[in-house]
């Protein structure tokens, strides 16, 4: 049962049936890429004609009261309450202006429904403008001097201004309504040819032009906000469809991470169980405990098959040592070790291959280096890693130093460096990548896995350390392993527990 399931989570790890979300994701990446890249100047039409549509219905009761005043006044200003009898067709036109505005409001709002109530609206405004006309063609017998234009003048124009602020939302609200009225004024000084009516009739004509222009540039600048509030919702839109795409990338690399990481577990563990039967019986068979080999080169085979089985051994204990520490499971047994002495184990180690090529290993060592808090199985492996670096890659007759002393901050380092072909510059890099490898390490006949150097580089990070490689062409190679100034272990007094120390302040006292 638990092999099942652990087979079905595998496989839901990675499972490719979920590319259609990565599809779905990219096709609205592109829609809202090809919405930001056109304009949104003709897709705004249902948006102003809903605002002014509201503009509309909140100012509804200022029209009645502003043409309630107008008519007071006019009967206080001509005596004559006939005047009352204007407000019942402008009433009636704003009664119409706002049912309609109610009935839009009422229907579902689209571009091309837009476009329609846009018209009605403007034939209701041209319906108040035919009511100011009969306004304007109001005479008064009984006013002295030019009392009567003044007052038909100062309506108009307080009109014009509450038109233009009720109605900025919708263009060419400010001419159809007072475009009547303007001929009834311009018509009047004509025929008349008063200074008084040519004035009035002047300084309306100029109030709806700027006005209209005044009320052109507010829709504009409402037009941009819109376009502006458009593109900030499509550029949220994107970082959020972006976000989902890096969680959803996120999501499919960490499983096919866990599925890497349990292939390499199943992996090493099926690899391992032959290569121990293998690396045993080799072992057995070049020792000769069963008998003596009468055959030499039979010998020489298992020797062979144990090198061969060891070396194996060793590239799949790399691969499981890098996957622990990019799973973050690679944890650390600390404790006081001395570098100098793992340098020392580590030479010996190596030094029966360094000999087989004529290579001498030479040590340079400060005294009295005290000890460092760390891992003492992780440091030894990342010594004899870079040990085993150089001796492979150093030419027969070669050197090697190994230095191990103080860092100028406190800490303490290995060096070891060689004389061998050096790596390229731009191959750096690549050499201290995982599974990379340089020119000269494919060229070699000893190649690896290219996980030396990473692992060594993760192992230190892991001890808060550094680590520098330095390399010249044909001048040779040389690694620094660097452990920080806390995790020395300097020779400090013992402390004295607090109860102690008490009862030695109260003898003393």
Not at 278 to 283: A, H, N, R, T, V
Not at 479 to 483: G, M, T
């Given at each position: 049962?638990?092999?099942?399931?652990?087979?079905?989570?595998?496989?839901?790890?990675?499972?490719?049936?979920?590319?259609?979300?990565?599809?779905?994701?990219?096709?609205?990446?592109?829609?809202?890429?090809?919405?930001?890249?056109?304009?949104?100047?003709?897709?705004?039409?249902?948006?102003?004609?809903?605002?002014?549509?509201?503009?509309?219905?909140?100012?509804?009761?200022?029209?009645?009261?502003?043409?309630?005043?107008?008519?007071?006044?006019?009967?206080?200003l001509?005596?004559?309450?006939?005047?009352?009898?204007?407000?019942?067709?402008?009433?009636t036109?704003?009664?119409?202006?706002?049912?309609?505005?109610?009935?839009?409001?009422?229907?579902?709002?689209?571009?091309?429904?837009?476009?329609?109530?846009?018209?009605?609206?403007?034939?209701?405004?041209?319906?108040?403008?035919?009511?100011?006309?009969?306004?304007?063609?109001?005479?008064?017998?009984t006013?002295?001097?030019?009392?009567?234009?003044?007052?038909?003048?100062?309506?108009?124009?307080?009109a014009?201004?509450?038109t233009?602020?009720?109605?900025?939302?919708?263009?060419?609200?400010?001419?159809?309504?007072?475009?009547?009225?303007?001929?009834?004024?311009?018509?009047?000084?004509?025929?008349?040819?008063?200074?008084?009516?040519?004035?009035?009739?002047?300084?309306v004509?100029?109030?709806?032009?700027?006005?209209?222009?005044?009320t052109?540039?507010?829709?504009?600048?409402?037009?941009?906000?819109?376009?502006?509030?458009?593109?900030?919702?499509?550029?949220?839109?994107?970082?959020?469809?972006?976000?989902?795409?890096?969680?959803?990338?996120?999501?499919?690399?960490?499983?096919?991470?866990?599925?890497?990481?349990?292939?390499?577990?199943?992996?090493?563990?099926?690899?391992?169980?032959?290569?121990?039967a293998?690396?045993?019986?080799?072992?057995v068979?070049?020792?000769?405990?069963?008998?003596?080999?009468?055959?030499?080169?039979?010998?020489?085979?298992?020797?062979?098959?144990?090198?061969?089985?060891?070396?194996?051994?060793?590239?799949?204990?790399?691969?499981?040592?890098?996957?622990?520490?990019?799973?973050?499971?690679?944890?650390?047994?600390?404790e006081?070790?001395?570098?100098?002495?793992?340098?020392?184990?580590?030479?010996?180690?190596?030094?029966?291959?360094a000999r087989?090529?004529?290579?001498?290993?030479?040590?340079?060592?400060?005294?009295?280096?005290?000890?460092?808090?760390?891992?003492?199985?992780?440091?030894?492996?990342?010594?004899?890693?870079?040990?085993?670096?150089?001796?492979?890659?150093?030419?027969?007759?070669?050197?090697?130093?190994?230095?191990?002393?103080?860092?100028a901050?406190?800490?303490?380092?290995?060096?070891?460096?060689?004389?061998?072909?050096?790596i390229?510059?731009?191959?750096?890099?690549?050499?201290?990548s995982?599974?990379g490898?340089?020119?000269i390490?494919?060229?070699?006949?000893?190649?690896?896995?290219?996980?030396?150097?990473?692992?060594?580089?993760?192992?230190?990070?892991?001890?808060?350390?550094?680590?520098?490689?330095?390399?010249?062409?044909?001048e040779?190679?040389e690694?620094?392993?660097?452990?920080p100034?806390k995790?020395?272990?300097?020779?400090?007094?013992?402390?004295?527990?607090?109860?102690l120390?008490?009862?030695?302040?109260?003898?003393?006292?």
């Open positions: 049962m638990r092999t099942g399931a652990s087979t079905s989570t595998d496989k839901n790890i990675v499972d490719r049936s979920r590319s259609h979300r990565n599809r779905a994701v990219s096709k609205a990446v592109r829609q809202t890429r090809e919405r930001l890249q056109t304009g949104h100047s003709s897709n705004f039409d249902r948006e102003l004609m809903v605002m002014h549509i509201d503009s509309l219905l909140q100012g509804a009761a200022v029209v009645p009261i502003f043409i309630v005043v107008v008519a007071a006044l006019g009967v206080y001509t005596r004559d309450i006939a005047i009352f009898l204007w407000t019942i067709p402008i009433l036109a704003h009664a119409i202006n706002m049912l309609l505005g109610k009935r839009a409001k009422k229907q579902e709002m689209t571009i091309e429904s837009a476009r329609k109530w846009r018209q009605i609206l403007l034939l209701g405004q041209l319906l108040t403008g035919l009511c100011w006309a009969v306004f304007t063609m109001q005479t008064c017998t006013c002295g001097g030019d009392s009567f234009s003044l007052y038909k003048g100062t309506t108009l124009l307080v014009i201004c509450i233009a602020m009720a109605s900025f939302m919708l263009p060419r609200a400010v001419p159809f309504a007072f475009a009547p009225p303007t001929v009834v004024l311009v018509v009047t000084a004509i025929l008349t040819r008063n200074p008084s009516d040519i004035a009035l009739t002047a300084a004509s100029v109030a709806v032009i700027f006005f209209t222009f005044i052109n540039r507010m829709f504009q600048s409402n037009l941009k906000i819109l376009s502006f509030q458009s593109e900030k919702d499509d550029l949220i839109a994107e970082l959020e469809v972006a976000n989902s795409m890096s969680d959803e990338a996120r999501r499919r690399a960490e499983e096919a991470n866990l599925a890497k990481s349990r292939f390499l577990a199943s992996m090493s563990h099926e690899l391992r169980t032959p290569l121990n293998i690396l045993g019986f080799s072992e068979m070049s020792a000769e405990v069963m008998g003596p080999l009468n055959n030499p080169t039979y010998r020489e085979y298992t020797t062979d098959i144990h090198r061969s089985g060891q070396h194996l051994l060793n590239l799949i204990n790399e691969i499981l040592d890098l996957s622990r520490i990019e799973a973050g499971k690679y944890e650390l047994n600390e006081a070790i001395s570098l100098l002495d793992i340098a020392e184990d580590c030479i010996g180690m190596v030094q029966l291959r087989a090529k004529n290579i001498s290993i030479s040590s340079q060592i400060e005294p009295q280096l005290p000890s460092v808090w760390a891992d003492e199985k992780s440091m030894r492996q990342v010594i004899l890693n870079l040990l085993s670096n150089a001796v492979k890659f150093t030419p027969q007759g070669g050197e090697i130093s190994v230095k191990v002393g103080w860092t901050g406190g800490g303490e380092y290995v060096a070891i460096k060689d004389n061998g072909p050096g390229p510059e731009e191959e750096i890099p690549i050499v201290l995982a599974f490898q340089g020119s390490a494919i060229k070699s006949a000893e190649q690896g896995t290219g996980l030396g150097l990473p692992i060594v580089q993760a192992i230190l990070a892991k001890h808060d350390g550094q680590f520098a490689l330095k390399s010249k062409l044909r040779g190679t690694v620094i392993a660097i452990l100034a995790r020395v272990l300097q020779s400090l007094p013992a402390v004295e527990d607090a109860p120390a008490g009862r030695r302040k109260k003898s003393f006292a």
